[in-house]
């Protein structure tokens, strides 16, 4: 059965709520650059054997393909610019987060005394004269 939680359940749980969700929002961005990361590194690689060091549209490029066992000669110039690249997509990650609903509530509400639910819109109160609010004040309890 549905219970409402007290004042200082509610409080506490939206600090551990809100520590929970942030620590998997900066792992989200952390994986998510991780693999922009990896997807550009095999870029540079194949740009590496294909055309050499210097990007082929870049003016004046030498066309200087690297043999593959002279690759670990160039290990600063292969992770260089794919780092920065994946530095810019973690914090481009970050903003555009904080800007999206990651961090909004869940948009059901629950009446606190007959523990109808609903999608949230403006009428908060319910016809049993009770109030809605949203889930996270409510707590399921197993009955035995
Ligand atoms: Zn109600």
């Known amino acids: 059965m549905w219970r409402k939680k ?19 929002y900066i792992e989200d961005c952390l994986y998510f650059s991780i693999k922009v990361l990896i997807i550009l590194i095999i870029i540079n690689l194949i740009m590496f054997l294909a055309y050499g060091i210097d990007a082929p549209i870049a003016p004046g490029a030498k066309y200087d393909p690297i043999p593959l066992y002279k690759i670990p000669n160039h290990l600063i110039e292969l992770f260089e610019l794919p780092l920065i690249g994946g530095i810019l997509f973690f914090i481009i990650k970050i903003v555009e987060g904080k800007r999206n609903d990651y961090f909004k509530k869940s948009s059901i509400i629950m009446c606190d005394k007959c523990f109808n639910s609903k999608n949230y ?11 809605f609010s949203t889930l996270d004040n409510f707590e399921w309890i197993k009955e035995d």
């Open 6 to 24: 007290t004042k200082s359940e509610i409080e506490f749980d939206k600090v551990e709520n809100l520590k929970i969700r942030r620590k998997n």
């Open 121 to 131: 819109d403006k009428k908060m109160n319910c016809e049993c004269g009770g109030y």
